[in-house]
């Protein structure tokens, strides 16, 4: 597949946004400047792009609780994802969502969501209203190993087939569900999957170039009426579950060596492919990266909390007589 000097300038700046954004939050909490819990993508960066890069606002995604590089992929600005990070009102989600409930259905990102194995069901839900309504859209779920065994995926897997929706099941095999290691080798997810009656594959999620192939086929797969299709795409986890867990469970020297070979970025700027991305243009994405994340740390932070009267919006009961809205 060839690629234009604008496809690859703009995969890059993705993939290192995304790397940036995630180091740029997790200091910033570190510091006790961002409330609630964050979960890191740092290694997955691969992923992210190489799924969201040929989407629309059209199509739709369903995040996990690892999503901050899902949002950014399928185009949520920066300015509205910091403001909710930071649990502000002009948030995304009027800061009520946070970092493990952020959604921006203007981009088609239907929702990071806490519960494991959540987003396929909604991501079905999708495939299907862009079927019906025969809107040339698809739908995309992302799916980390340990949900791979929840019911509600196999639900969704079996109804996709049965109704052969345009759907892309992206399973991102990170090799730990939390805190344990993933006892199944690679292609597991994916065989498990395909015995379901649809495509599937395996792929090198730290390979930009491999994962976009594979999602690119699916997508189309799915505009032209061909079904379903189940990636597993395989990039070790560079953090822990969580941001401030010690990882106890993991082995160093493994550990390292799978972060300095599972890392997306420099594997992507030596591909022969982006020989194009000459020095100069890459120093100036970055520096625009990081001007425009100390543009919005600084406004997020100094931006006004909710007011009281906020709880009584986006919601639908009623408390102590007062209507909500």
């Known amino acids: 597949m060839d690629y234009h000097l604008d496809e690859l300038s703009r995969a890059y700046r993705l993939m290192k946004t995304i790397r940036e954004f995630e180091e740029r939050i997790r200091s910033e909490y570190q510091q006790g400047k961002l409330p609630g819990f964050i979960h890191m993508y740092r290694n997955q960066e691969a992923i992210a792009v190489g799924a969201c890069i040929d989407m629309t606002n059209d199509d739709y995604i369903a995040s996990t609780h690892r999503g901050h590089g899902h949002c950014i992929a399928k185009g949520c600005e920066l300015e509205g994802m910091m403001l909710e990070l930071a649990c502000k009102q002009d948030g995304l989600c009027n800061g009520k969502g946070g970092s493990m409930h952020i959604a921006d259905m203007t981009k088609g990102m239907l929702g990071a969501n806490a519960i494991v194995g959540g987003g396929p069901p909604i991501a079905a839900g999708a495939a299907l209203t862009a079927k019906t309504l025969q809107t040339g859209g698809v739908s995309m779920a992302f799916i980390g190993d340990g949900a791979s065994d929840q019911g509600t995926v196999a639900e969704a897997l079996n109804l996709a087939v049965v109704l052969q929706l345009p759907m892309i099941f992206m399973y991102e095999n990170n090799f730990y569900a939390e805190f344990t290691r993933n006892p199944k080798p690679e292609g597991r997810i994916a065989e498990?999957?395909?015995?379901?009656?649809?495509?599937?594959?395996?792929?090198?999620?730290?390979?930009?170039?491999?994962?976009?192939?594979?999602?690119?086929?699916?997508?189309?797969?799915?505009?032209?009426g061909g079904g379903p299709t189940a990636?597993?795409?395989?990039?070790?986890?560079?953090?822990?579950?969580?941001?401030?867990?010690?990882?106890?469970?993991?082995?160093?020297?493994?550990?390292?060596?799978?972060?300095?070979?599972?890392?997306?970025?420099?594997?992507?700027?030596?591909?022969?492919?982006?020989?194009?991305?000459?020095?100069?243009?890459?120093?100036?994405?970055?520096?625009e990266i990081f001007a425009e994340l100390d543009r919005t740390v600084e406004l997020a932070l100094a931006a006004a909390d909710p007011t009281l009267e906020k709880l009584y919006t986006d919601v639908y009961v009623k408390y102590e007589g007062r209507a909500m809205q």
């Open 192 to 224: 498990r999957a395909g015995a379901f009656g649809m495509p599937s594959i395996v792929v090198d999620g730290s390979d930009f170039f491999a994962v976009h192939a594979a999602c690119r086929e699916a997508i189309e797969r799915g505009r032209n």
């Open 231 to 287: 990636i597993e795409a395989v990039s070790a986890r560079y953090y822990g579950h969580f941001e401030g867990d010690p990882q106890a469970y993991r082995d160093d020297a493994e550990m390292r060596a799978q972060r300095e070979a599972g890392d997306p970025l420099p594997r992507f700027l030596q591909d022969s492919r982006t020989e194009g991305l000459d020095a100069n243009v890459i120093a100036d994405i970055d520096r």
